[in-house]
């Protein structure tokens, strides 16, 4: 089988040139060019990226920059009304990283971030391959479903679920009374550790499924069909084909969904503040609430400026995982060629 798909990628291949060479090269020069780019040319790119790396300077390097002085200060209400400058070196970070809380809360946002990432790439993927083989008219309604639950605001998004679960008037309690389960009339689904966790994880999961789902519909279409062809020929089924030839074709869009879905889940705050401000008991807060209860609700903004520096720590130490496989796939390609 590996033969056969080896042979239908090389006729997938379009050919460069004579010899497979690439269309204008002659002797590994390029036809019409001295080979030496000149130093204007030399200079465009960087001229290019001027203006991007000059915004991304004022509007995320000075505020980060910023953030990282108040996290060596005692800023509470005090200093802030009278302006003053009150240093306290590392000590921010010292009684964080001191505190039971803080480890609660980072071991509770990795589980939770590492079960919506599963969660969202497992279902995605599915809704994506289902988009793959079925009918123009069915694709079209379904994409189009994913569109319109992608382009709800978070914050619209958000409302809605908490009517749907709402403990006196919510639809879900209103079907679950209907299906029998009777003691789900009233139940109170923010009121628990789980129970909350099990609303905010529905909600995000449905915001991500349309992004992964129409991306890998898209990356889908990009795959020879010759590759399937030559799959079933030999016999493949369904798993067999994705694992054979979908999976490691798209290997590098698994990755970078991952990474990207990663982050998004990580960092995720107006899903978790508005449902229930992260209780009951602040048993549901993540990082990102961590960090603004401590600074805006506690007024403890020195803290809260160190909590959301070690947020960024934690959530890079999270996806250089992710950046050592990147490497390694782009050392295999290029030893491949």
Do not use: C
């Not at 960087?46 to 390097?61: K, N």
């Not at 995720?268 to 992260?278: E, K, L, S, T």
């Amino acid at each position: 089988m590996a033969v056969q798909l080896d042979d239908a990628a090389d006729k997938a291949a379009p050919r460069t040139g004579k010899g497979d060479a690439p269309p204008g090269r002659r002797g590994g020069r390029r036809a019409g060019s001295s080979g030496t780019p000149s130093a204007p040319a030399r200079r465009t790119p960087y001229l290019l990226l001027l203006p991007a790396l000059l915004a991304t300077a004022v509007f995320l390097g000075w505020p980060m920059v910023r953030n990282l002085l108040l996290s060596f200060q005692n800023l509470n209400m005090k200093e802030l009304i009278q302006h003053l400058t009150d240093w306290r070196g590392t000590g921010n970070y010292q009684e964080i990283l001191g505190s039971e809380q803080f480890w609660r809360v980072t071991s509770r946002t990795v589980v939770f971030t590492a079960v919506n990432v599963v969660l969202i790439m497992v279902l995605g993927v599915l809704i994506g391959l289902l988009l793959a083989r079925l009918g123009t008219l069915m694709r079209l309604v379904l994409s189009a479903a994913l569109v319109l639950a992608w382009a709800m605001p978070v914050i619209a998004a958000t409302t809605v679920f908490q009517w749907l679960f709402d403990s006196r008037y919510g639809v879900v309690n209103w079907v679950l009374d209907r299906l029998g389960r009777h003691s789900m009339a009233h139940y109170d689904w923010v009121g628990s550790q789980l129970s909350t966790f099990f609303v905010i994880t529905v909600l995000i999961v449905w915001q991500s499924l349309p992004f992964v789902a129409l991306n890998l519909y898209a990356a889908t279409t990009t795959i020879p069909k010759e590759l399937y062809e030559a799959a079933r020929m030999d016999g493949a089924g369904t798993w067999k084909v994705f694992t054979s030839v979908t999976f490691p074709f798209l290997k590098p869009f698994f990755l970078a969904t991952t990474f990207l879905e990663i982050i998004w889940v990580f960092k995720a705050f107006p899903q978790i503040f508005a449902i229930n401000q992260g209780g009951p008991d602040r048993l549901t807060e993540t990082l990102p609430i961590y960090a603004f209860t401590e600074g805006v609700g506690n007024l403890h903004f020195g803290m809260g400026a160190a909590i959301s520096l070690l947020t960024i720590v934690v959530l890079l130490a999270m996806t250089a995982y992710y950046l050592r496989l990147t490497f390694k796939q782009e050392q295999q390609e290029e030893n491949g060629l």
